[in-house]
């Protein structure tokens, strides 16, 4: 159960990181300057969402910066549990609007 939880908060980050790149950027998300990163070094073809293999780069560059979650997913190698539980329409890609809505998920639950 805490390995779900904690794929949903590094999938938080994500999204934070796709909105501040993208014209659905708001002024009340702040990402920090490594979620960014890893977004942008992720996101390989600029599309703003994330295909399976982008988000483990995504994961994978979280890990190196030192996200506790992030260093989790990759030392149990459950990328692809996290990206299913993020991917709720099941279309092989992940969007802003799906992390929110895993990031609330994950809130609501604590």
Known sequence: M???HSAIACLALLMSAALSSSA???TDL???KSEITAFLKADVN???VLTRKEFKTFVRAMAEFGQSTAKK???FGAYG???NIVDKNKDGIVTP???RSADDDFRTSK
Do not use: V
Request: glycine share 0%; aromatic share 20%; net charge positive.
């Open 46 to 48: 600029k599309d703003q």
């Open 2 to 4: 805490w390995l779900k």
């Open 97 to 99: 609007m799906e992390m």
């Open 73 to 75: 997913i990759r030392f």
């Open 81 to 83: 549990f996290a990206f």
């Open 24 to 26: 659905l950027a708001t």
């Open 30 to 32: 702040k990402p920090k």
